[in-house]
Every structure is written in structure tokens, then in C-alpha cells.
């Protein structure tokens, strides 16, 4: 055995000088490259203390918040479209008014604003205590600046027609037609005055999204392509550091001019396995609860229970029918198919309870939604009686349901859904997964005969979806519905300026969809998570807007 | 054999190229674009065209393939549609250096635990404790990551309390001794990964290696060194190791161009923001410029290590010769 001793003396040298290798590299480089070697690749960005000249008045922010998060797409306000982005950007940038956590459009680096009495021109006065975090006033011009890049044809951001197209010129701008936007001007340094295309009552609500946020143009026209990395915003907080895939940390800034965070510092981890985990490991303060935990937060004897809490979300599930396609161009048809599924049993079984049934189409706390439930109820022989009155009878030509996946199993209610069908109305549906990418494709082109979908709101207004979704002239109408009735409606609505009146135009609008059955609403979704005890003052809005300033960490 | 070596490295540049362009023909032929997919819900067609415009998508294929060669020969792989902002390469490299690191500690340990075994497991073959030791290293080598991962978090980060849950901070904490001497301990964050990474990994070296030396055992050569009254260890070093480690060499070499890939359920399991779970998000959404990037520097890794393996079969075994005439 000596023999082989000495071999296994020899292996477990080499071993270790390979080990010492990789270590002494990577001490070189640790090193060599400062704090960032450890990372690797140095896409570390941290960015210098800017501005800030210490605290006024008031006590100074202290704590650190740590949440689970990934990284954003962009920290672009003018390019991010996806909700993770703008989490961390309205933190970043704020815009002229914004949103508060009641939900209340208000003023931001806005003072005040007036509407002429046709409700076409907006004018804003600027805030006289307003900076970039570098310590520059910010003017009007700033803003005439960031309203015309954003809408720029060079920047192509797939959202400027969306939330700037009210602006009258805003379409010109982006295809290139005129240089600047017509119905922007700056009429002295702190007054900026929109003119809009037609009376537009949500276009405040529109002005709260990121598009709309102001940038600092010196450093964007000197760094065009990688600003966003140490970003001159003017919002609650700095981006200190991120490091792609590893974290991102926000700290406060002390001159903000809607009143000085609270809390010192935010840690994004980017990295790390299960959050819940991590959580009940001490590493996170807040953490989401999957249905595999669910009924332990529930349980009332459990330590996660006092920390566990649900909030509503402004968005949707549905299942979308193409109306031109047969058969569901016959809306006994969609009747059928909505009355035959029990939306709140299988909200029950397979979500456990964490979906709230949809009533109907507006999500809870928007505004213009009604408690009562405006929606099909599950009814089998009402089902089978819509399902004969059809022109198809019960010979239904084939119907493919489409959704996202890439399992050999579809989503547990679409199964249930599959399984109702067949049996209370006998018709067999066909489930076809396919990718994100093939998915929008498919549907962008028309091509699905009915789908599983899901719309987030991008602003606390009705007309973000029952007009975007179901108006005949939307581009985004991609269930191909078309019905003047409910066009003049949305038409009404567009331009009333009467809140109350404009919402019930609005609640009539929801239930012509609902009675039409273009979309059988499914669920609303609902967020679930546990806070440790330390975190002050957490909260979980519908939509995204910002908040840290309001949080605060105790020891 | 530098003949043969630079006939190789000829070949590079043209492999590269048709793996380049098939990359690109089925990422472009496949349903669905990066601009619709980042356009997320406002999806108006007229829009999309614009922003597909202004990224260059709307020349034609042969003209969007040229670009992209002439940026990739310059070494500029385009800029990401995943994050904007960012190039394909600030993205991918340090990305691959995680997934390498990570992967290049699994190795040596995997080699370097599994190699000795294999030969110990060989040396005892006859005895009870050979089929131990292989039904052992078979039970390790049949757990699937996703299956060990979890009851090792369970234990060692939620019982135990000893590591964290996941998440990545390098490879190394160092530690300075007085200012001057800096002594790297391996991160926390480490060991977990390093575990899933191994545990089946050496178990597969170990029972090649013992295969092959059990092999090698029975050849003539073997008997004759003994009869020749060589002490065992001399046999062992001599003749059994090395004429055992051909096929080990091999699979070093491509398992070491295999560690830039990454792993992607490590990687999304535990939290490591490797070059797998990115990859997977690239091909999800359609991130042309970052497959193509990852494809062709994949390849072109491959081909190296393809060659090198090659050169190191020269060394360790005489008898090939590169390039040697047909």
C-alpha cells in the first residue's frame, strides 16, 4: 500500500498547489482591481458621493433596508417599460407630479399646475428648492430637454407615443418628422406649458410614469451610452453601487425636496436563492411567500405569521377570445366558455386562496372599481343552453387555448379549465405552450384563437384598460373586439372631465366588455409577504411608485 | 506538430464563422423578436417598427449578419437588448469569469478527489471494499443537482446555520495579516455551489479512472514490470497512471472548456449570477447579439481545448503523433 500512499501523497500536492494558484490569483487580482476583483470582471459601478451637502435641518437618515431583487433592465426613466425597472427609477428620478401612497396624483418638482378651461393646456409652475442630486437647480428647460428626448427617434423608446402622445407634436418628434415638440413650450425658467391634442383627463396620471421623468442633460449629451450608471437623478435617492448580478445600493438624499428620507440606505441583493429562505436566514427584511409557504405564514402559531401580510395589485389574468375567429366570433360561444369554469373553486384548490376571483375587469382600489361582481357566475346549464342558441350548435370547430410556458404540463387551472370544458360543455380544447417571445409574436399578429394573458397598470386609470385593450381603434386590441356601442363610451370617457361622471361611463363600458364576453376576467393577483419586525412603515402599493422615503429600519 | 497545430488554428476562424452563422439564422428565424419582448404591453406595431429601425433589425439578413461580423472581427458583440445600456461583452465576460471560477475550484477538486479514488477503488478491486466504493460513487454520481440542492440548503443554511442561503461576494475573502500579508479564505458563498458542483462530478471521474486502470492492469506490460520486480509504486506512477489517464485528459479538457457555459440550475438555484441562468434569459428573450456572442466564444473555446487535449495525448502517450501522415 505504500505505493499507493505515495501516490495519493503526489495527487493531493498537486492538489494544493492548484488550489494555492487560484487562491494567490485571485489575491493578485484582489489586489490589482481594489474592492471589484472579488466580482470578477469589473462591472462594478460605484459612483462618488455627488453632491449632497450633508443634512438640513431635520434629523439624519439612518438604517439599512435589504430586499431581494434583480437587475433592472435599464435605469433609463425614458427607455423602462417593465415594473422592476421603474421600481428602482422612481426612487432614482421623480418627473413633475407623482404619485402619493394614497394614491393621489400630486405635485412633485411641480409646485402647482393649471388646466385651461377646455382641458387642453397644462400649465406647470417648477419648484423653487429643486436639484439634481450633483447640486444643479433644475429649470424648465431640463424638462423641455428630457420630454424631447424621450420622444427622440435616435432613443426609439417603445414608450413615448404611449405616455407623451397626448402632447400635440409628440408623434412628429419621434418619427422624425419636426425637431421638437409642438405643444411644449417653456414660458420662462420655472413654467412649462404642454398643449395636448384633445381634452385628456388621465393625461396628469400619464405624466407619473418614468417617460415623463426629467434627466440631466449635461450628463447625458457627455455620456451617452452608459450615464445611467451613476445617474444625476432628482429623486428620494442616489444609486451609490451596482454591480450587475450582485447588488444594487441606493442611498438617501438629504435635500430632497419633498422632505428627507428616513431611511439611510437600501441594499437590492441580486444575487441569492430562495428569498423566504433567506429571509428566515436573517439576510433579507423583506420576502415574498410562495404557495409552498402559504399556509404557514397562515398558520397562526407560526413566527412567519406575524410578519405576514397581502396586498392588492393593480393587473389582471384573463383568458382573451379572438372575436373574428370562429368560434368565438359567436359570443354565446365566449358565454359558454365563461360560464362553464368555477373561477372560485379553482382559486380555492390550486392557488390556496392567493388570487382574489375577478368581479370584473377594474382591480380592487383603482379607481371606478365596484365590489359587486359583475362577471359570469359558474352556471353549467346556462352554459350548455348559450352553447346551443351558437350558430356552431355543438360542433364546435377545433379550439387551441395558447399561454406562455415551457413545461410538458400546462398551468394547473388551465388544466382545470380543460377538464370543466370537456365535461359541462363537451368540447375538448387543445392547450398549446409556447415561449414569451412566440407568444407576443403570435399574438401581435393575430394568430391565436384564444389565450391566457395578464395586463399590469401602468397608471391608476380606467382608461389604461378598458380603452388601450377593447376601444376598435387600439392598436393594442388584440382580441380583435370591435363595438360602437362601447366605442362611444370610451370616446365619452376620454374627454369628460367630470370624475364622477367619467368613471361611470367608465363602469358601463366594464360591463358591456364582461356582458360581451371578449375576456372571461380570471383572478385578481395578490401579493404576499412577510416584513421583519425591525422595518417601520412597509408598504406594498398596487402600482409602482415611490416609497422608501416613507420606511424606515429601527435597531 | 507545430505543422499540425497551425493547420488547426487555420480552421478556427472558418469553424467560428459557421457556427456564427448558424447561430444567427436560427435565432433569426425563430418566431418572435427582442423588440416586441422588450416593448413589454404597449406593443403598437407602427412604434415597434421605429425602435426595430433605429437597432438596425429592419436591413436585410445578409446585411444585419455583415455587421455583426465586421463589429464581432473588432471584437464589439452589439449591445444587449436584456440590459439596456450595457454591451454584450460587459455583460457576458464577467459573467463567464463567476461561472469559470466557480467552476474551475469544482474541477480541480473534482479531479483531484476523483482520480486518486479511482485508482484506490482499482488497487482494491477483488476485495469487498472495490464495489463499495462504486455502488457509493453510483448513488453519488445518480443524484441530479436539483434534487441535492435543497436538502443541502435545508441543513447547512437553515439548520446549521453555517452558510448563507445563496447569493455570490468572489471567490475569495482576504484577509490582510498586519497590512502585509493578504491570506484568501474562501467566501461562504462558495461551498454550496462547490458541493452540488462536485459531488456528482468526482464520482464520475473516479469510476473512469478506476475503469481504465483496471484496464490498463491486465495489459501484458503491467505483469512484465511486476515480474521485473519494479516496487508497486513505481508500476503505479510509471505505467498504470499514466496509460489510465488518456481518457481522463480527455474529459479535463473539454469539462474545462465546459466551465465558461456555466451551469444553470446551480446558478439559478443557489443565486450565482453566472453566464447559464443569463444565457437562458438571452435565449428567452430573444437577445440576438448575446447568443451570438456566447455561441461563437463557446465554440471557439471548445476548439482550443479540443486542440490542446490533442497535444497533451503527444506528451502523455508517444505513440500519437500529430499530424503524422496517413
Given at each position: 500500500?505504500?505505493?499507493?500512499?505515495?501516490?495519493?501523497?503526489?495527487?493531493?500536492?498537486?492538489?494544493?498547489?492548484?488550489?494555492?494558484?487560484?487562491?494567490?490569483l485571485?489575491?493578485?487580482?484582489?489586489?490589482?482591481?481594489?474592492e471589484?476583483?472579488?466580482?470578477?470582471?469589473?462591472?462594478?459601478?460605484?459612483?462618488?458621493?455627488?453632491?449632497?451637502?450633508?443634512?438640513?435641518?431635520?434629523?439624519?437618515?439612518?438604517?439599512?433596508?435589504?430586499?431581494?431583487?434583480?437587475d433592472?433592465?435599464?435605469?433609463?426613466?425614458?427607455?423602462?417599460?417593465?415594473?422592476?425597472?421603474?421600481?428602482?427609477?422612481?426612487?432614482?428620478?421623480?418627473?413633475?407630479?407623482?404619485?402619493?401612497?394614497?394614491?393621489?396624483?400630486?405635485?412633485d418638482?411641480?409646485?402647482?399646475?393649471?388646466?385651461?378651461?377646455?382641458?387642453?393646456?397644462?400649465?406647470?409652475?417648477?419648484?423653487?428648492?429643486?436639484?439634481?442630486?450633483?447640486?444643479?437647480?433644475?429649470?424648465?428647460?431640463?424638462?423641455?430637454?428630457?420630454f424631447?428626448?424621450?420622444?427622440?427617434?435616435?432613443?426609439?423608446?417603445?414608450?413615448?407615443?404611449?405616455y407623451?402622445?397626448?402632447?400635440?407634436?409628440?408623434?412628429?418628434?419621434?418619427f422624425?418628422?419636426?425637431?421638437?415638440?409642438?405643444?411644449?413650450?417653456?414660458?420662462?425658467?420655472?413654467?412649462?406649458?404642454?398643449?395636448?391634442?384633445?381634452?385628456?383627463?388621465?393625461?396628469?396620471?400619464?405624466?407619473t410614469?418614468?417617460?415623463?421623468?426629467?434627466?440631466?442633460?449635461?450628463?447625458?449629451?457627455?455620456?451617452?451610452?452608459?450615464?445611467?450608471?451613476?445617474?444625476?437623478?432628482?429623486?428620494?435617492?442616489?444609486?451609490?453601487?451596482?454591480?450587475?448580478?450582485?447588488?444594487?445600493?441606493?442611498?438617501?438624499?438629504?435635500?430632497?425636496?419633498?422632505?428627507?428620507?428616513?431611511?439611510?440606505?437600501?441594499?437590492?441583493?441580486?444575487?441569492?436563492?430562495?428569498?423566504?429562505?433567506?429571509?428566515?436566514?436573517?439576510?433579507?427584511?423583506?420576502?415574498?411567500?410562495?404557495?409552498?409557504?402559504?399556509?404557514?405564514?397562515?398558520?397562526?402559531?407560526?413566527?412567519?405569521?406575524?410578519?405576514?401580510?397581502?396586498?392588492?395589485?393593480?393587473?389582471?389574468?384573463?383568458?382573451?377570445?379572438?372575436?373574428?375567429?370562429?368560434?368565438?366570433?359567436?359570443?354565446?360561444?365566449?358565454?359558454?366558455?365563461?360560464?362553464?369554469?368555477?373561477?372560485?373553486?379553482?382559486?380555492?384548490?390550486?392557488?390556496?386562496?392567493?388570487?382574489?376571483?375577478?368581479?370584473?375587469?377594474?382591480?380592487?382600489?383603482?379607481p371606478?372599481?365596484?365590489?359587486?361582481?359583475?362577471?359570469?357566475?359558474?352556471?353549467?346549464?346556462?352554459?350548455?343552453?348559450?352553447?346551443?342558441?351558437?350558430?356552431?350548435?355543438?360542433?364546435?370547430?377545433?379550439?387551441?387555448?395558447?399561454?406562455?410556458?415551457?413545461?410538458?404540463?400546462?398551468?394547473?387551472?388551465?388544466?382545470a379549465?380543460?377538464?370543466?370544458?370537456?365535461?359541462?360543455?363537451?368540447?375538448?380544447?387543445?392547450?398549446?405552450?409556447?415561449?414569451?417571445?412566440?407568444?407576443?409574436?403570435?399574438?401581435?399578429?393575430?394568430?391565436?384563437?384564444?389565450?391566457?394573458?395578464?395586463?399590469?397598470?401602468?397608471?391608476?386609470?380606467p382608461?389604461?384598460?378598458?380603452?388601450?385593450?377593447?376601444?376598435?381603434?387600439?392598436?393594442?386590441?388584440?382580441?380583435?373586439?370591435?363595438?360602437?356601442?362601447?366605442?362611444?363610451?370610451?370616446?365619452?370617457?376620454?374627454?369628460?372631465?367630470?370624475?364622477?361622471?367619467?368613471?361611470?361611463?367608465?363602469?358601463?363600458?366594464?360591463?358591456?366588455?364582461?356582458?360581451?364576453?371578449?375576456?372571461?376576467?380570471?383572478?385578481?393577483?395578490?401579493?404576499?409577504?412577510?416584513?421583519?419586525?425591525?422595518?417601520?412603515?412597509?408598504?406594498?402599493?398596487?402600482?409602482?411608485?415611490?416609497?422608501?422615503?416613507?420606511?424606515?429600519?429601527?435597531? | 506538430?507545430?505543422?499540425?497545430?497551425?493547420?488547426?488554428?487555420?480552421?478556427?476562424?472558418?469553424?467560428?464563422?459557421?457556427?456564427?452563422?448558424?447561430?444567427?439564422?436560427?435565432?433569426?428565424?425563430?418566431?418572435?423578436?427582442?423588440?416586441a419582448?422588450?416593448?413589454?404591453?404597449?406593443?403598437?406595431?407602427?412604434v415597434?417598427?421605429?425602435?426595430?429601425?433605429?437597432?438596425?433589425?429592419?436591413?436585410?439578413?445578409?446585411?444585419?449578419?455583415?455587421?455583426?461580423?465586421?463589429?464581432?472581427?473588432?471584437?464589439?458583440?452589439?449591445?444587449?437588448?436584456?440590459?439596456?445600456?450595457?454591451?454584450?461583452?460587459?455583460?457576458?465576460?464577467?459573467?463567464?469569469?463567476?461561472?469559470?471560477?466557480?467552476?474551475?475550484?469544482?474541477?480541480?477538486?473534482?479531479?483531484?478527489?476523483?482520480?486518486?479514488?479511482g485508482?484506490?477503488?482499482?488497487?482494491?478491486?477483488?476485495?469487498?471494499?472495490?464495489?463499495?466504493?462504486?455502488?457509493?460513487?453510483?448513488?453519488?454520481?445518480?443524484?441530479?443537482?436539483?434534487?441535492?440542492?435543497?436538502?443541502?440548503?435545508?441543513?447547512?443554511?437553515?439548520?446549521?446555520?453555517?452558510?448563507?442561503?445563496?447569493?455570490?461576494?468572489?471567490?475569495?475573502?482576504?484577509?490582510?495579516?498586519?497590512?502585509?500579508?493578504?491570506?484568501?479564505?474562501?467566501?461562504?458563498?462558495?461551498?454550496?455551489?462547490?458541493?452540488?458542483?462536485?459531488?456528482?462530478?468526482?464520482?464520475?471521474?473516479?469510476?473512469?479512472?478506476?475503469?481504465?486502470?483496471?484496464?490498463?492492469?491486465?495489459?501484458?506490460?503491467?505483469?512484465?514490470?511486476?515480474?521485473?520486480?519494479?516496487?508497486?509504486?513505481?508500476?503505479?506512477?510509471?505505467?498504470?497512471?499514466?496509460?489510465?489517464?488518456?481518457?481522463?485528459?480527455?474529459?479535463?479538457?473539454?469539462?474545462?472548456?465546459?466551465?465558461?457555459?456555466?451551469?444553470?440550475f446551480?446558478?439559478?438555484?443557489?443565486?450565482?449570477?453566472?453566464?447559464?441562468?443569463?444565457?437562458?434569459?438571452?435565449v428567452?428573450?430573444?437577445?440576438?447579439?448575446?447568443?451570438?456572442?456566447?455561441?461563437?466564444?463557446?465554440?471557439?473555446?471548445f476548439?482550443?481545448?479540443?486542440?490542446?487535449?490533442?497535444?497533451?495525448?503527444?506528451?502523455?502517450?508517444?505513440?500519437?503523433?500529430?499530424?503524422?501522415?496517413r
Amino acid at each position: 500500500m505504500s505505493g499507493t500512499n505515495r501516490v495519493l501523497a503526489i495527487l493531493l500536492g498537486v492538489l494544493a498547489v492548484l488550489v494555492l494558484a487560484v487562491g494567490g490569483l485571485s489575491a493578485v487580482l484582489l489586489l490589482s482591481g481594489g474592492e471589484d476583483a472579488g466580482g470578477g470582471g469589473s462591472s462594478g459601478i460605484t459612483t462618488g458621493g455627488a453632491g449632497g451637502s450633508g443634512t438640513k435641518g431635520g434629523r439624519a437618515a439612518q438604517g439599512q433596508l435589504r430586499l431581494p431583487s434583480s437587475d433592472p433592465v435599464t435605469l433609463d426613466p425614458h427607455l423602462a417599460g417593465d415594473a422592476l425597472s421603474a421600481e428602482y427609477i422612481v426612487e432614482i428620478f421623480s418627473g413633475l407630479v407623482t404619485i402619493n401612497p394614497k394614491l393621489e396624483i400630486v405635485p412633485d418638482l411641480a409646485e402647482s399646475f393649471d388646466v385651461s378651461p377646455d382641458g387642453k393646456q397644462y400649465t406647470f409652475k417648477l419648484r423653487g428648492d429643486i436639484f439634481f442630486h450633483s447640486g444643479r437647480p433644475v429649470t424648465a428647460q431640463d424638462f423641455k430637454w428630457s420630454f424631447e428626448r424621450a420622444a427622440s427617434p435616435e432613443l426609439a423608446s417603445p414608450l413615448a407615443i404611449s405616455y407623451l402622445g397626448d402632447i400635440i407634436g409628440t408623434r412628429e418628434r419621434f418619427f422624425g418628422i419636426a425637431k421638437n415638440i409642438k405643444g411644449l413650450e417653456v414660458v420662462d425658467d420655472k413654467t412649462l406649458r404642454f398643449t395636448l391634442d384633445a381634452p385628456k383627463p388621465y393625461f396628469l396620471a400619464k405624466l407619473t410614469y418614468p417617460t415623463a421623468f426629467v434627466v440631466d442633460r449635461q450628463q447625458v449629451e457627455a455620456n451617452p451610452r452608459n450615464w445611467t450608471r451613476q445617474p444625476n437623478g432628482t429623486g428620494p435617492y442616489r444609486l451609490r453601487e451596482w454591480r450587475l448580478g450582485e447588488r444594487i445600493v441606493l442611498t438617501a438624499n438629504d435635500r430632497y425636496h419633498l422632505g428627507a428620507p428616513k431611511l439611510k440606505e437600501v441594499l437590492y441583493l441580486l444575487a441569492g436563492g430562495s428569498a423566504l429562505t433567506r429571509f428566515e436566514n436573517g439576510e433579507l427584511d423583506v420576502a415574498p411567500i410562495s404557495v409552498n409557504d402559504i399556509d404557514r405564514a397562515r398558520d397562526p402559531n407560526s413566527a412567519l405569521n406575524k410578519l405576514y401580510s397581502t396586498w392588492t395589485d393593480f393587473s389582471i389574468f384573463y383568458i382573451a377570445f379572438n372575436t373574428k375567429v370562429p368560434p368565438f366570433d359567436d359570443v354565446n360561444v365566449r358565454r359558454a366558455f365563461a360560464m362553464a369554469i368555477d373561477r372560485k373553486k379553482i382559486a380555492q384548490v390550486t392557488f390556496n386562496n392567493m388570487v382574489l376571483p375577478a368581479t370584473g375587469i377594474l382591480p380592487p382600489e383603482l379607481p371606478g372599481f365596484t365590489k359587486n361582481d359583475k362577471t359570469y357566475s359558474f352556471d353549467p346549464g346556462r352554459a350548455r343552453t348559450a352553447l346551443k342558441q351558437s350558430k356552431y350548435g355543438d360542433r364546435l370547430p377545433p379550439v387551441v387555448l395558447t399561454e406562455v410556458g415551457g413545461g410538458a404540463q400546462a398551468g394547473i387551472d388551465t388544466q382545470a379549465f380543460v377538464e370543466q370544458w370537456k365535461t359541462e360543455l363537451g368540447v375538448t380544447v387543445e392547450i398549446r405552450q409556447t415561449d414569451f417571445a412566440t407568444f407576443l409574436a403570435d399574438q401581435d399578429a393575430g394568430r391565436l384563437q384564444m389565450f391566457n394573458g395578464g395586463w399590469i397598470m401602468d397608471y391608476p386609470d380606467p382608461e389604461d384598460i378598458l380603452d388601450l385593450k377593447f376601444h376598435s381603434d387600439s392598436r393594442l386590441n388584440d382580441v380583435k373586439y370591435s363595438n360602437s356601442a362601447l366605442d362611444r363610451l370610451l370616446d365619452q370617457a376620454r374627454t369628460e372631465r367630470d370624475v364622477e361622471k367619467r368613471l361611470r361611463l367608465y363602469q358601463q363600458a366594464e360591463e358591456l366588455i364582461i356582458k360581451d364576453a371578449a375576456w372571461i376576467p380570471l383572478y385578481f393577483p395578490q401579493r404576499h409577504i412577510v416584513v421583519a419586525s425591525r422595518v417601520k412603515g412597509w408598504f406594498d402599493p398596487p402600482m409602482v411608485i415611490p416609497r422608501l422615503r416613507f420606511v424606515e429600519v429601527v435597531r | 506538430m507545430t505543422g499540425y497545430i497551425i493547420r488547426r488554428l487555420f480552421w478556427l476562424p472558418i469553424i467560428l464563422l459557421a457556427v456564427s452563422f448558424l447561430s444567427f439564422a436560427i435565432a433569426r428565424f425563430g418566431p418572435g423578436d427582442p423588440v416586441a419582448v422588450a416593448a413589454g404591453q404597449f406593443r403598437d406595431p407602427e412604434v415597434l417598427a421605429r425602435v426595430r429601425a433605429e437597432r438596425g433589425l429592419d436591413a436585410s439578413l445578409p446585411e444585419q449578419y455583415w455587421r455583426w461580423l465586421t463589429g464581432a472581427v473588432r471584437g464589439d458583440f452589439g449591445e444587449s437588448f436584456l440590459q439596456r445600456g450595457f454591451t454584450v461583452s460587459e455583460l457576458i465576460f464577467p459573467k463567464m469569469w463567476v461561472s469559470a471560477q466557480l467552476g474551475f475550484v469544482a474541477l480541480v477538486i473534482v479531479f483531484g478527489l476523483g482520480i486518486p479514488l479511482g485508482l484506490i477503488a482499482a488497487k482494491l478491486n477483488g476485495t469487498w471494499l472495490d464495489p463499495l466504493i462504486v455502488s457509493v460513487l453510483l448513488f453519488f454520481r445518480a443524484i441530479p443537482v436539483l434534487v441535492l440542492i435543497p436538502p443541502l440548503l435545508w441543513l447547512f443554511a437553515l439548520k446549521l446555520r453555517w452558510l448563507p442561503v445563496g447569493g455570490w461576494d468572489g471567490l475569495f475573502d482576504v484577509y490582510w495579516i498586519g497590512g502585509v500579508i493578504a491570506i484568501p479564505i474562501p467566501d461562504p458563498h462558495v461551498y454550496l455551489p462547490l458541493l452540488a458542483f462536485t459531488i456528482g462530478g468526482f464520482a464520475g471521474v473516479a469510476r473512469l479512472v478506476r475503469f481504465t486502470a483496471l484496464e490498463v492492469t491486465r495489459e501484458d506490460y503491467i505483469r512484465t514490470a511486476r515480474a521485473k520486480g519494479l516496487p508497486e509504486g513505481t508500476v503505479m506512477m510509471r505505467h498504470i497512471l499514466p496509460n489510465s489517464l488518456l481518457p481522463v485528459v480527455t474529459v479535463i479538457g473539454f469539462a474545462l472548456a465546459g466551465i465558461i457555459e456555466g451551469a444553470f440550475f446551480v446558478e439559478t438555484l443557489l443565486g450565482i449570477p453566472g453566464i447559464g441562468r443569463f444565457l437562458f434569459e438571452a435565449v428567452r428573450s430573444r437577445d440576438y447579439d448575446t447568443i451570438m456572442a456566447a455561441t461563437v466564444i463557446f465554440a471557439g473555446v471548445f476548439v482550443i481545448m479540443n486542440l490542446l487535449v490533442e497535444i497533451t495525448y503527444s506528451f502523455i502517450d508517444p505513440r500519437v503523433r500529430l499530424g503524422a501522415s496517413r
